[in-house]
């Protein structure tokens, strides 16, 4: 079955880039997608299409992808983006399966 | 605003079924398909399936083929999943989210999370 590979963490101190990566092979054919979970809290969409930014989301947050890696980037990242990140995507194999990459702890201190 | 309201917590005795309400408002509900998403305790984010609002169509994930079945009551603007022939691992926090029914049926808008667990 189609996997996304996540590192299982990130740290950064408050003001610094922090970047999370998420490597699937078929990545560079489908669309990679950015989602936010805070303890205890229902996942929010960060990042659509690889790198389109929804409503309300502050521009600190940005989304790229190239060949079989995409990548989530919070540019000066704040205390309150200390949350797990997972990112999805499609399986190219026909079957439309979905699958999300196994979710990245950024800590922030 | 685009709303998402889940039925309550589970428990359940394996072997048995359950059933998740996810009652939406805020937006037409037949424009949009239903993802299922479910979160073990501690544990990633698992893709479920997806059904369509509009003509029923469904996508299930495959290690669930034949266990799983969501529907959708257009009258209510309602969706439901139900998963049979429960098992311990079954035990998880399962969240309705709006989901596109183009491109990735990706989820925007999440429910709040219902939360079933599995016990003898």
């Known amino acids: 079955s189609y996997e996304l590979t996540q590192p299982p963490s990130v740290s950064v101190s408050p003001g610094q880039t922090a970047r999370i990566t998420c490597s699937g092979d078929?990545?560079?054919?489908?669309?990679a997608y950015w989602y936010q979970q805070k303890s205890g809290q229902a996942p929010v969409l960060v990042i659509y299409e690889d790198s389109k930014r929804p409503s309300g989301i502050p521009e600190r947050f940005s989304g790229s992808s190239s060949g079989t890696m995409a990548t989530l980037t919070i540019s000066g990242a704040q205390v309150e983006d200390e949350a797990d990140y997972y990112c999805?995507?499609?399986?190219?194999?026909?079957?439309?399966?979905?699958?999300f990459g196994g979710g990245t702890k950024l800590t922030v201190l | 605003q685009v709303q998402l309201v889940q039925s309550g917590a589970e428990v359940k005795k394996p072997g048995a079924s359950v059933k998740v309400s996810c009652k939406a408002s805020g937006y037409t509900f037949t424009s949009y398909g239903i993802s299922w998403v479910r979160q073990a305790p501690g544990q990633g984010l698992e893709w479920m399936g997806w059904i369509s609002a509009y003509n029923g169509n469904t996508n299930y994930a495959q290690k669930l083929q034949g266990r799983v079945t969501m529907t959708t009551d257009t009258s209510t603007s309602t969706a439901y999943m139900e998963l049979r022939s429960l098992r311990s691992d079954d035990t998880a926090v399962y969240y309705c989210a709006r989901s596109p029914p183009w491109g990735d049926s990706f989820p925007d808008y999440w429910g709040q999370g219902t939360l079933v667990t599995v016990s003898s």
């Open positions: 078929a990545l560079p054919k489908k669309y």
């Open positions: 999805y995507s499609t399986d190219s194999s026909g079957n439309h399966s979905k699958v």
